[in-house]
């Protein structure tokens, strides 16, 4: 089993910030890509950052400039840096990552469980 447990969520004003971490646990191989996502209330979900085994990034427009991913490999855990953060940014962010289980010759998603973030005006 993988477990991908999400922490660092709460409640900010807006212009504040907050740092997201996920942390992949369990019968691990390889861990490919790795992400954040997130849904508002009524929304449908929606990539907010992505980061390969290599270091590259994607973000999504909304966030460019504001919000930093990164990994450490050795501790298979992402973060997410959350700068400038703005009302619209209120949702639940959940960790994505694409894992190969140990004794697999391919890789699957997980998911976790969420973090509320709030950003008051």
């Known amino acids: 089993q993988v477990q991908l447990v999400e922490s660092g969520g709460g409640l900010v004003q807006a212009g504040g910030s907050l740092r997201l971490s996920c942390a992949a646990s369990g019968s691990i191989f390889s861990i490919n890509a790795m992400g954040w996502y997130r849904q508002a209330p009524g929304k449908q979900r929606e990539l907010v950052a992505a980061?390969?085994?290599?270091?590259?990034?994607n973000y999504a427009d909304s966030v460019k400039g504001r919000f930093t991913i990164s990994r450490d490999n050795a501790k298979n855990t992402v973060y997410l840096q959350m700068n400038s953060l703005k009302p619209e940014d209120t949702a639940v962010y959940y960790c994505n990552a694409e894992v190969r289980r140990l004794g697999s010759y391919y890789g699957m998603d997980y998911w976790g469980k969420g973090t509320l973030v709030t950003v008051s005006s």
């Open positions: 980061i390969t085994s290599g270091g590259s990034t």
